[in-house]
C-alpha cells in the first residue's frame, strides 16, 4: 500500500466538504475576499486548515492507542453528534438562512476591516479561519476519521482538500453560491453522511 489510500482520502473528503460548506468560515472566506486580495485570503484560509486538520489527525491517533471497542464507540458518537448537530442546523436555518448569513458577514466583516498588502490579508485570514475552526465539528470528524482508519496522512489529505476546496469556492464564487443553493439543504446532506456513517461504525463494532 502507498502512503496515501484514496478511498480513505476520498471518503473523508465526501464527510468534510459538505459539513464544511455551510459553515462559518466559507462565509469568512467569502467575506475576507471583497477585502483582501483574494489568491492571499486563500493561502492564509488553508494554511490555517493545515494546522487544524495536523492537529485533528494527531489527536485522533492518541485515541487509536486505546481499545478497538473504545476507538469505534467514541467515532461512532463523534458521527451521530455531528449529524445531529447539522440536522438540526439545517432545519433551522431553514426559516431564517438570509438572516443568519447576513448576521455572520456582519460579525466577520466587522472584526477585520479592510485594506492593506499581502501580509495583513494572510494573517487576518489566518487568525479569523483557525479561531473559527478550533473545535469545529470538521475537526473532530478528522480525529475520529484517523482514529477510526488508523491511516492520519490519508485523513489529513482528504479533510485538508476538502476544507481547501471550500475555500476556493468561498473565495471565488461565495457571493453567487450563497444566493442560489439553500446551504440548510447542504447541511441536511452532510448530516445524514454523518449518520450513516454512525450507523457503519457501530455495524463494524458489532461485527468484531
Known sequence: ????????????FVLVFPAELPDKSFVATLVLATRFGRLWV????????AV?????VLAGQLLALAPRTLVLLATALL????????????????????????EEEAEIAAGVGSGGGPLRALGAT???????EWGDLTQL????QAARTQDPVSVFLGAWLALATVAAIGVA???????????WRIRLVAGALFALLAVATLVELARG
Open 1 to 12: 500500500m502507498g502512503l496515501v489510500d484514496v478511498a480513505v482520502a476520498v471518503t473523508t
Open 42 to 49: 486563500w493561502i492564509g484560509a488553508v494554511s490555517a486548515f
Open 52 to 56: 487544524q486538520m495536523l492537529i485533528a
Open 79 to 102: 458521527f451521530a453528534v455531528g449529524a445531529v448537530v447539522l440536522v438540526r442546523g439545517g432545519l433551522e436555518a431553514r426559516e431564517q438562512a438570509a438572516a443568519e448569513l447576513a
Open 126 to 132: 489566518f487568525l479569523v479561519i483557525f479561531t473559527a
Open 141 to 144: 470528524v478528522a480525529a475520529g
Open 173 to 183: 464564487a461565495g457571493g453567487w453560491l450563497a444566493a442560489r443553493v439553500p446551504l
